[in-house]
């Protein structure tokens, strides 16, 4: 199982971005997904998350800002960032907590990184 995720890019102050990230291949559940981040020097902190009854949960520094949802398969999840500031560029790693299948325990997974930069 991967995660796919895809969407960073470089944009200026004010401006917007969304992050997608796709569970590659069916699995027996997916109990949440969500972004994290990770600027120089400092510790990957939550950005957002989504549980499978859409439960989401935010970051105070981006609460009204980036919305997370999932598609009607919950097998993608969109993180539609707006009002970007300079403080917010940073890797965003998709993350995965799911059941491989019926007799797996839940696990963690880890996206690639997708690299966001809010720059003028």
């Known amino acids: 199982v991967q995660l796919q995720a895809s969407g960073g890019g470089l944009v200026q102050p004010g401006g917007s971005l969304r992050l997608s990230c796709a569970v590659s291949r069916r699995v027996f559940r997916i109990h949440s997904m969500g972004w994290y981040r990770q600027a120089p020097e400092n510790e990957r902190e939550l950005v957002a998350t989504i549980t499978s009854s859409e439960r989401a949960n935010y970051a105070d520094s981006v609460k009204g800002r980036f919305p997370i949802s999932r598609d009607n398969s919950g097998n993608t999840v969109y993180l539609q960032m707006s009002s970007l500031k300079p403080e917010d560029t940073a890797v965003y790693f998709c993350?995965?907590?799911?059941?491989?299948?019926?007799?797996?325990?839940?696990?963690?997974?880890w996206g690639q990184g997708t690299l966001v930069t809010v720059s003028s």
């Open positions: 993350n995965a907590e799911l059941q491989r299948h019926r007799f797996a325990v839940r696990d963690t997974y």
